[in-house]
């Protein structure tokens, strides 16, 4: 494989897990509507920044000329049903939304890491960008997990 379809595969995974990010943050909002308000914003917010991913690494996967993916994650679609699933017999209670949506970003930190340690040549550039996103996304990681462990330490 070209070192470029090396790369652009690399970035297209990276796309799909945004994508799943947007797709699942957007089912969250859903989840809690006219619930939690503090959550909604919280899951907009990051629903946008994986947009902005997402369109940061298109245009990364543009420049060495392949074509960037436009759909989620075999994995993200299975998780989404699992979800629909759980909420039908759960319910649709913070706590849960909460803690599938740890499960979500735990995935993204793994496929940003997979990435990173992949045998694909990348830029200094690349990488960086990568790395910003894993970053910020570690945030959103710990944020969330924060979240649902001041709902169970309050309803304990």
């Known amino acids: 494989m070209q070192t470029n379809e090396k790369l652009i595969e690399v970035l297209n995974d990276l796309i799909e897990i945004n994508n799943d990010r947007v797709q699942g943050y957007e089912k969250a909002t859903q989840e809690t509507k006219n619930l939690d308000v503090d959550l909604q914003a919280i899951f907009h917010s990051l629903a946008n920044d994986s947009r902005k991913y ?6 990364e996967v ?6 960037a993916a436009r759909d989620t994650t075999t994995s993200g679609k299975i998780y989404r049903a699992w979800m629909d ?12 939304v909460l803690s599938s949506c740890e ?30 996103q894993q970053d910020t996304l ?16 309050v309803n304990a």
């Open 54 to 59: 997402g369109a940061e690494l298109t245009q």
């Open 62 to 67: 543009n420049k060495l000329g392949g074509e």
């Open 85 to 96: 699933v759980k909420a039908a017999f759960a319910g649709h209670d913070r706590q849960s």
């Open 103 to 132: 499960f979500g970003e735990d995935a993204a930190q793994k496929a940003y890491s997979s990435a990173l340690a992949s045998d694909a040549e990348m830029s200094a550039e690349v990488r960086k960008l990568i790395v910003d």
């Open 138 to 153: 570690k945030i959103a990681h710990n944020l969330i997990k924060k979240y649902r462990d001041l709902h169970q330490a």
